[in-house]
């Protein structure tokens, strides 16, 4: 099957695959815009979690976050920041694992937007269903 031969998706299945991107969009957005005062809360965490108090990079994970959220959002780029974002939950991951916080409730976290990011994106994309066929 092509990309182009790509089954279209059920009203259900878009709305479904609609909802969950919107879900994970909503989170990124909040995550994002909490790094860029940051707040206090934010700079206290990082230290928690090994990475500098420093304003400017919260700021820049928090940028670079909210780009790739955007990319995300927009049909022609969401592949591409499905991708990002996947890396992104890669490197919280890491850090989670780094320092021994909760397997199921933190470090498992990222694995968790990362599949319902992409299964959001299978269901409102047929080019990811094509490219990803669970049946033929």
């Known amino acids: 099957m092509s990309i182009s031969e ?3 998706a059920s009203k259900g299945a878009l709305w479904t695959g609609r909802a969950l991107s919107a879900v994970v969009v909503l989170f990124m957005i909040f995550d994002g815009v909490i790094k860029l005062p940051p707040l206090d809360i934010v700079t206290k965490t990082m230290t928690e979690l090994g990475w500098p108090a420093d304003a400017d ?3 820049l994970i928090g940028v670079v ?3 790739s959220t955007a990319l995300y959002a927009l049909p022609r780029t969401s592949v591409l920041g499905a991708i990002l974002l996947s890396a992104y939950m890669g490197g919280a991951i890491s850090t989670h694992v780094r320092i021994g916080n909760p397997l199921f409730s933190h470090t498992l976290f990222g694995v968790y937007l990362g599949v319902t990011l ?3 994106l299978y269901l409102r994309d047929a080019r990811v269903r094509a490219l990803i066929p669970f049946s033929r």
Request: cysteine-free.
């Open 6 to 8: 790509a089954a279209p």
């Open 118 to 120: 992409w299964g959001g």
């Open 57 to 59: 990079v919260a700021r």
């Open 65 to 67: 976050g909210l780009i």
